[in-house]
């Protein structure tokens, strides 16, 4: 459970001051720039190759970030035409250190006792333009993201390891990033806190985005058309994908658009394939056994 300090959310470049860089460190060609169509800072984070470039969260690789929340959020958007790469440093309960990166540049994945490698595979805001299943350069019309990984499941997952907290994040180039956050709530980018309230979809598990980490929706559109939402593992599969990308129009199934066509969802490679027992073992109920109760 997250310290109070932690809870619901904690706004990561908001409470690590990215900006000052005293508690993160910077190298290569990284600016804070105004977006005007989000009305906030970003990070523009670009080089002739990713690791040439890049944000790092602490400062110092000796120091860790010590965040609890199951999920990590990232706001970003893979510059057009370029290829991108992100670190994640995350601790296991037996303090072993564990590295899960993905990048447009892995053709498949990659996994050892102490790295994860995932494809990252950009989708296109033109659906049909979008090529599924294909790591690359980001289209041109690549659009911002707002990426949730569940870190305690990729662990459980891939590795059968418990999760303990987040280390440290090295964002490389080619990147906008807007925010970084980390919580045990599973917000709903596509609703609005009055939404929320008038439909009571608390009761339901649909937690709204907090507005500093929010994409602005202009009156008349919808989130999900102007943004993409991918969530990793993604909910419901039985089997662990083997690659990030954009599966379904929208996360949750109550605010979907009737008649709106679901994407295939990704071929699964031989070693994630072989993970299916493993899988099973700890997905599986656990037997509970009966009360106990003070003899008659």
């Given at each position: 459970?997250?310290?109070?300090w932690q809870r619901p959310y904690l706004n990561i470049f908001k409470h690590f001051r990215v900006e000052e860089w005293k508690?993160?460190?910077?190298?290569?060609?990284?600016?804070?720039?105004?977006?005007?169509?989000?009305?906030?800072?970003?990070?523009?984070?670009?080089?002739?190759?990713?690791?040439?470039?890049?944000?790092?969260?602490?400062?110092?690789?000796?120091?860790?970030?010590?965040?609890?929340?199951?999920?990590?959020?990232?706001?970003?958007?893979?510059?057009?035409?370029?290829?991108?790469?992100?670190?994640?440093?995350?601790?296991?309960?037996?303090?072993?250190?564990?590295?899960?990166?993905?990048?447009?540049?892995?053709?498949?994945?990659?996994?050892?006792?102490?790295?994860?490698?995932?494809?990252?595979?950009?989708?296109?805001?033109?659906?049909?333009?979008?090529?599924?299943?294909?790591?690359?350069?980001?289209p041109a019309d690549v659009r911002w993201t707002c990426l949730v990984l569940d870190l305690p499941s990729i662990l459980a997952?891939?590795?059968?390891?418990?999760?303990?907290?987040?280390?440290?994040?090295?964002?490389?180039?080619?990147?906008?990033?807007?925010?970084?956050?980390?919580?045990?709530?599973?917000?709903?980018?596509?609703?609005?806190?009055s939404e929320a309230r008038l439909s009571d979809l608390s009761c339901r598990g649909v937690v709204p985005m907090p507005r500093?980490?929010?994409?602005?929706?202009?009156?008349?559109?919808?989130?999900?058309?102007?943004?993409?939402?991918?969530?990793?593992?993604?909910?419901?599969?039985?089997?662990?994908?083997?690659?990030?990308?954009?599966?379904?129009?929208?996360?949750?199934?109550?605010?979907?658009?009737?008649?709106?066509?679901?994407?295939?969802?990704?071929?699964?490679?031989?070693?994630?394939?072989?993970?299916?027992?493993?899988?099973?073992?700890?997905?599986?109920?656990?037997?509970?056994?009966?009360?106990?109760?003070?003899?008659?």
């Amino acid at each position: 459970v997250p310290a109070a300090w932690q809870r619901p959310y904690l706004n990561i470049f908001k409470h690590f001051r990215v900006e000052e860089w005293k508690r993160s460190a910077k190298e290569g060609d990284v600016a804070a720039l105004t977006d005007t169509r989000l009305k906030g800072t970003i990070y523009r984070i670009r080089g002739s190759n990713p690791a040439s470039s890049y944000l790092q969260l602490p400062r110092a690789g000796t120091q860790s970030l010590g965040l609890t929340g199951r999920y990590l959020y990232l706001l970003f958007r893979p510059l057009p035409h370029k290829h991108f790469l992100v670190h994640l440093d995350v601790t296991t309960e037996d303090k072993q250190v564990i590295r899960i990166s993905f990048s447009s540049l892995f053709r498949e994945f990659k996994s050892t006792a102490t790295w994860l490698q995932f494809p990252f595979i950009c989708g296109a805001a033109n659906e049909g333009m979008a090529r599924r299943g294909a790591p690359g350069a980001a289209p041109a019309d690549v659009r911002w993201t707002c990426l949730v990984l569940d870190l305690p499941s990729i662990l459980a997952l891939y590795l059968s390891r418990r999760y303990s907290h987040l280390r440290g994040v090295k964002l490389c180039s080619n990147l906008l990033v807007k925010n970084l956050c980390t919580s045990d709530l599973l917000f709903e980018p596509g609703v609005t806190f009055s939404e929320a309230r008038l439909s009571d979809l608390s009761c339901r598990g649909v937690v709204p985005m907090p507005r500093e980490l929010a994409f602005p929706v202009p009156k008349g559109e919808k989130w999900h058309d102007l943004y993409d939402y991918i969530r990793f593992p993604s909910e419901g599969a039985k089997l662990p994908h083997d690659s990030i990308q954009k599966s379904f129009p929208a996360p949750v199934a109550v605010l979907e658009e009737p008649g709106r066509p679901l994407t295939q969802p990704v071929t699964l490679s031989r070693a994630v394939c072989d993970r299916l027992s493993l899988v099973q073992q700890i997905t599986s109920p656990k037997a509970v056994s009966a009360p106990w109760r003070r003899p008659q």
